[in-house]
């Protein structure tokens, strides 16, 4: 790590430690911690979507596995609650390695319309297994974690997503300056190049899925010990929709640019709620006009796997 | 080149989380400083959250109609103590997630006396452990039993439940004579709830149930195969635990199969719009209800006349309820101040029932109203009617 990163590291930490102690407000710490769990989220799907060009619509089912998973492994059988969120992480990346692999013939479209199936049959069995998940009822009562028999409180939250936050940005990071993420990119840009370069695609795009549904689970795993109650609502199709707005509108491909459009995306219709029913509206209208003024999304550089690929027909055709 | 661009990235990172956080910090201590207003100011902020886009829009818009119309009669006559009530609405999209966001908007915001909240039960249990936690009086329309065995201290049922509705139509069911019955109810929590009731309360009349079949709500769409099954199964009655769209087409569909089994549901059927979808098809039918438009009771009349001149349409159950629920809640500030606490002890223990145009209403140990009685209604000559043997 170069010593000028290492300053950025800290100075986000020590900014992401002090600016809470100023909150004294119950509404802006809980924006806070849902924009970080955003974040979390958003980061798995940029290596899935951004990194690795994999388009997937079924992304709110990590969301809901990792959720469901520490919630009935903690309410059921007693186990802990940080090993019940590790648990998820784990529960998530394996329901990641079950998807990655009849999906792996899949492309473009078709493998969008494979994903989107997947998210629908996942929230089909949260609604259905009622010994298991209880049903359309949901999972209330969820309990909280406690340190050294203190009852979290939102300012203990918010720390502890906020950390897991940045652990996860870091890891995020590395992967996309691996040889993971070159991988990963090598794949997204042109499959049959990078096949013919040694890189095995089917592994890689199965890695992709599999780190990604592991942040993903590491946010529901934190969401459901934090809201205390979940329900198969709660992890529906539009809200893997909002995931897939939030990293194209910060701008895929970049890393930062996902969580960008995470605190875009979370925050702006909570400022809007003045306008009750019509700021999705107002939204909307904002949302369309990012995507036509910046569609490489707000950080910019997110398409440019997509006019690469362009470049690369164009000269195919010269050919 | 790669190197450059994350350290712009990492600091427009920075940049933006500390410009949102100065943002928020600052809306922070704007709420803090209001905190001795709820006494101060002129008015009584009372929270209303519920649907408004989606799919039960509707019923969300007739709640905020409801409440409204509460809150313009009370103004109107003066308001309480002199302070007018002023209604703070949110919308929470039928979403749990922001059903919670909103809950901690009113959590945080000082002002407020007490919520009128969701329509979802997912949405109501969402919320239900911030309103605890800051003390804020809730009074929801869910109907699910997951809020009475959670039994949250500052959360009240106004709406009926799924237990008392479904084994009031079981009795009546088997006091018609039908002894062996089919559900075809709606796979949430809503009908869910109806069907384990009234599998349950049949059979400890001593009834059967023929069968149970679960349908999509808003995607089911072909339910001749269901009917079919229904008719082969020997059942003499069937129940629906679902909402009135899917009830007309059931109907409909029922019509064209010859099928003639007498139909029994709850306040979900009961809407203007399935006499309007349905037609000749749902003559007959039987649903639970908590009051009917036509019936010639003055506090009803009036209700529905001053509804009828503000909004050009007739009241559905869920208008009346939150109209119930902002009277009572007038009621209780009227009596007990403002109070969080006082407002919560007094809901607990009513001295006397409140009579809305619902209905007669107290809570229970879990935070149900209680109702003596359900109205029996049946369609007849294409609008609905009191049942009458």
């Not at chain 1, 306008?275 to 707000?298: A, D, K, N, T």
Request: glycine share 12%; aromatic share 10%.
């Amino acid at each position: 790590m170069s010593k000028n990163r290492l300053i950025q590291y800290v100075l986000l930490v020590i900014i992401l430690v002090t600016v809470p102690q100023f909150i004294k407000n119950d509404y802006a710490l809980h924006l806070l911690i849902m924009v970080a769990t955003y974040g979390i989220l958003v980061l798995g799907l940029e290596i899935i979507l951004g990194q690795t060009g994999l388009f997937s619509l079924g992304h709110a089912a990590f969301f809901g596995m990792g959720a469901y998973t520490s919630a009935l492994l903690v309410m059921r059988l007693g186990v802990p609650i940080w090993l019940g969120i590790i648990l998820a992480v784990l529960a998530s990346g394996i329901l990641g390695f079950l998807l990655g692999f009849p999906t792996l013939r899949l492309r473009g479209d078709y493998l969008a319309i494979a994903t989107l199936g997947f998210g629908e049959i996942f929230g089909l069995i949260l609604v259905n297994w009622d010994s298991l998940t209880h049903g359309p009822m949901g999972i209330p009562g969820i309990v909280r974690p406690q340190i050294f028999g203190v009852v979290f409180d939102k300012h203990m939250y918010l720390y502890l997503v906020i950390a897991l936050f940045i652990l996860s940005l870091a890891v995020a990071f590395r992967i996309s300056n691996s040889f993971l993420g070159r991988a990963f990119r090598a794949v997204r840009d042109d499959e049959d190049a990078a096949e013919f370069l040694g890189i095995h695609i089917s592994k890689y795009k199965i890695i992709a899925f599999v780190i990604g549904g592991m942040f993903a689970g590491l946010a529901g795993g934190f969401y459901a010990h934090y809201v205390t109650f979940i329900s198969p609502d709660s992890f529906s199709y539009e809200d893997s929709e909002t995931l897939l707005a939030m990293v194209f509108l910060g701008g895929a491909g970049t890393v930062v640019g996902p969580v960008v459009g995470a605190v875009v995306l979370v925050l702006l219709p909570e400022i809007l709620s003045f306008m009750v029913q019509w700021r999705m509206l107002v939204v909307g209208v904002i949302m369309v006009l990012v995507m036509i003024f910046r569609p490489q999304g707000l950080m910019g550089g997110g398409m440019r796997f997509l006019k690469r690929k362009k470049e690369l027909a164009t000269m195919a055709e010269k050919d | 080149m790669s190197k450059l661009l994350r350290k712009r990235h990492i600091a427009t990172l920075i940049a933006v989380i500390t410009a949102f956080g100065l943002f928020l910090g600052g809306c922070g201590s704007g709420g803090g400083s209001s905190t001795s207003g709820s006494s101060g100011s002129g008015t009584l902020d009372i929270g209303w959250v519920a649907p408004l886009t989606g799919s039960s829009a509707n019923d969300g818009q007739q709640m905020l109609n409801g409440a409204k119309l509460a809150a313009k009669e009370i103004n109107d006559t003066g308001g309480i103590d002199g302070k007018k009530i002023k209604i703070v609405a949110q919308d929470d999209k039928a979403d749990p997630k922001e059903a919670a966001n909103i809950a901690n908007m009113f959590a945080g915001n000082k002002n407020l006396v007490a919520v009128l909240g969701n329509y979802n039960s997912s949405c109501g249990l969402a919320g239900a452990p911030v309103y605890d936690q800051a003390k804020l009086p809730m009074i929801h329309v869910g109907t699910s039993p997951v809020f009475s065995e959670q039994n949250h201290p500052y959360v009240f049922r106004i709406s009926v439940t799924d237990a008392f509705q479904g084994s009031f139509v079981t009795q009546w069911m088997y006091d018609e004579g039908h002894k062996n019955v089919a559900i075809i109810y709606e796979n949430d929590d809503y009908g869910r709830g109806l069907k384990d009731t009234v599998s349950s309360e049949m059979r400890k009349l001593g009834g059967k149930v023929a069968g149970t079949w679960s349908y999509m709500l808003g995607q089911t769409r072909d339910y001749t195969a269901i009917l079919t099954d229904v008719k082969n199964s020997g059942a003499d009655a069937i129940f629906i635990g679902g909402l009135y769209t899917e009830g007309a087409l059931i109907g409909k569909q029922m019509q064209g199969l010859g099928i003639k089994l007498p139909v029994y549901g709850t306040d979900g059927l009961y809407e203007e719009s399935l006499i309007k979808l349905g037609g000749s098809a749902v003559n007959g039918w039987k649903v639970s209800g908590l009051f009917l438009p036509t019936e010639n009771d003055p506090k009803l009349q009036k209700f529905i006349k001053n509804y009828q001149a503000a909004y050009k349409s007739t009241p559905g159950t869920y208008a009346a309820l939150d109209f119930d629920a902002m009277n009572l809640l007038a009621k209780v500030i009227k009596t007990v101040g403002t109070s969080h606490e006082k407002i919560q002890a007094y809901l607990v223990k009513m001295p006397g029932p409140f009579e809305g145009v619902t209905g007669n209403i107290t809570f229970n140990d879990h935070h149900d109203a209680v109702r003596k009685t359900l109205k029996k209604l049946v369609v007849k000559n294409g609008e609905w009617q009191l049942f009458q043997k």
